[in-house]
Structures are given as structure tokens and as C-alpha cells.
């Protein structure tokens, strides 16, 4: 389930203004925009921090006290779209499809704007924007849904070996490694190291 269609609706507002927002703004500029209190509002960018959807980074206050925070949006794209790419891109290669798979999530990786999150915010992003809705637990993360299941079940070295990719790509620009566990226990999992 994505942020923006669950049952927080305040959450669902404060993503909305901030991917409106592309220079970034912060928690007292969200709540005049919105009419909600400042507490209210960093209430919901801590959780959509914590979900990977939002990035918070110090600037100067222009006086005294603590820097404010600038929120700015974590821009991943359209998850069919992508996907669409990369199961072209390994179409289209040569070699066995699990390998060519792999290496056309590993490309999508590169355009993905992630750059300065640790790995597993970085992952979390990512596949939350995308419809997995991971859940971290100690080493990895669980993806406890896939928006390309049946697929998935049907051809595993294909659409598995694109999001193996695509996990891949991400953790080594983050400077982690990573191992994707499919159909382990009910979901799939990604186990950083």
C-alpha cells in the first residue's frame, strides 16, 4: 500500500506538498500551506522519513538556534514503467535470462535518485514507492508485497532476477551488499550486509 492511499490522510496531504516542493521547505512552511500544526506536520514527515518517502537536511537558520530542517521528496519512478525498461533491456540481451534480468535492474538502478541515503533508506524508498511495502527487520528488509506477483510465479528468473538488479544497483551505490531471498516465508527478502 502506498503512502498517499492509506489511512493517514494528513500523511497523504504532507507528501503531496513537499513533492510539490521542489527546492525543499520546511515543517513550519508545510503547516501554513496547509493549515495544520507544525507538531501535526513533523509528526507525519518523521513517519514518511522513516518510510523512506522524504529526506530531511539541515540549512542554516540565518540567525541563532538550531538549523531548520528541508524536507524534499525521494523521486523514484513510475514502478510499470521501469519495469517495463528493464524487462526490455533483457529481452533484448544475451546471454541466459536470469543473468540478463539482473544486469537490466542493475541499469535501472543508475537512474534512480538515491544518492546520499544510507542502503536501507535508500531500499526502502525505492521498493515502497513501487508498491512492495517493505517492512525492515534486523539485517534486511521483508517485501511484503509485489505488484508483479503472478509474473513473478510464473517466470521468478526473469521478474525476481530484475528486482535482484534492481536491489543490487541500489545497495552498491549506498555502499552495502545485498541478497534477495524470494518466496521465503510468505514474502521476499532482502538481507543486508
Same mark, same amino acid.
Given at each position: 500500500?502506498?503512502?498517499?492511499?492509506?489511512?493517514?490522510?494528513?500523511?497523504?496531504?504532507?507528501?503531496? %506538498?513537499?513533492?510539490?516542493?521542489?527546492?525543499?521547505?520546511?515543517?513550519?512552511?508545510?503547516?501554513?500551506?496547509?493549515?495544520?500544526?507544525?507538531?501535526?506536520?513533523?509528526?507525519?514527515?518523521?513517519?514518511?522519513?522513516?518510510?523512506?518517502?522524504? %529526506?530531511?537536511?539541515?540549512? =542554516?537558520?540565518?540567525?541563532?538556534?538550531?538549523?531548520?530542517?528541508?524536507?524534499?521528496?525521494?523521486?523514484?519512478?513510475?514502478?510499470?514503467?521501469?519495469?517495463?525498461? +528493464?524487462?526490455?533491456?533483457?529481452?533484448?540481451?544475451?546471454?541466459?535470462?536470469?543473468?540478463?534480468?539482473?544486469?537490466?535492474?542493475?541499469?535501472?538502478? @543508475?537512474?534512480?535518485?538515491?544518492?546520499?541515503?544510507? =542502503? $536501507?533508506?535508500?531500499? $526502502?524508498?525505492?521498493?515502497?514507492?513501487?508498491?512492495?511495502?517493505?517492512?525492515?527487520? @534486523?539485517?534486511?528488509?521483508?517485501?511484503?508485497?509485489?505488484?508483479?506477483?503472478?509474473?513473478?510465479?510464473?517466470? =521468478?528468473?526473469? $521478474?525476481?532476477?530484475?528486482?535482484?538488479?534492481?536491489?543490487?544497483?541500489?545497495?552498491?551505490? +549506498?555502499?552495502?551488499?545485498?541478497?534477495?531471498? =524470494?518466496? @521465503?516465508?510468505?514474502?521476499?527478502?532482502?538481507?543486508?550486509?
Amino acid at each position: 500500500m502506498r503512502i498517499d492511499e492509506d489511512a493517514r490522510p494528513g500523511a497523504g496531504r504532507v507528501l503531496a %506538498a513537499v513533492r510539490d516542493a521542489a527546492a525543499g521547505v520546511t515543517a513550519a512552511e508545510l503547516g501554513s500551506r496547509l493549515g495544520l500544526h507544525v507538531t501535526t506536520v513533523r509528526f507525519h514527515l518523521d513517519r514518511l522519513a522513516a518510510d523512506g518517502l522524504v %529526506a530531511g537536511r539541515a540549512a =542554516p537558520s540565518g540567525g541563532r538556534g538550531r538549523p531548520r530542517v528541508v524536507y524534499q521528496a525521494v523521486r523514484v519512478p513510475d514502478a510499470r514503467v521501469g519495469m517495463l525498461a +528493464a524487462l526490455a533491456d533483457a529481452a533484448a540481451g544475451e546471454g541466459p535470462a536470469a543473468e540478463r534480468a539482473q544486469r537490466a535492474g542493475e541499469r535501472w538502478a @543508475e537512474g534512480l535518485d538515491v544518492d546520499g541515503l544510507d =542502503p $536501507v533508506a535508500a531500499l $526502502v524508498a525505492v521498493f515502497t514507492e513501487l508498491g512492495f511495502a517493505p517492512a525492515p527487520f @534486523e539485517g534486511g528488509l521483508a517485501l511484503r508485497a509485489c505488484p508483479f506477483l503472478e509474473d513473478a510465479r510464473r517466470h =521468478p528468473e526473469v $521478474v525476481c532476477g530484475v528486482h535482484r538488479g534492481l536491489a543490487l544497483g541500489i545497495a552498491r551505490r +549506498a555502499g552495502a551488499s545485498i541478497e534477495l531471498r =524470494p518466496f @521465503e516465508g510468505g514474502v521476499c527478502v532482502l538481507a543486508i550486509a
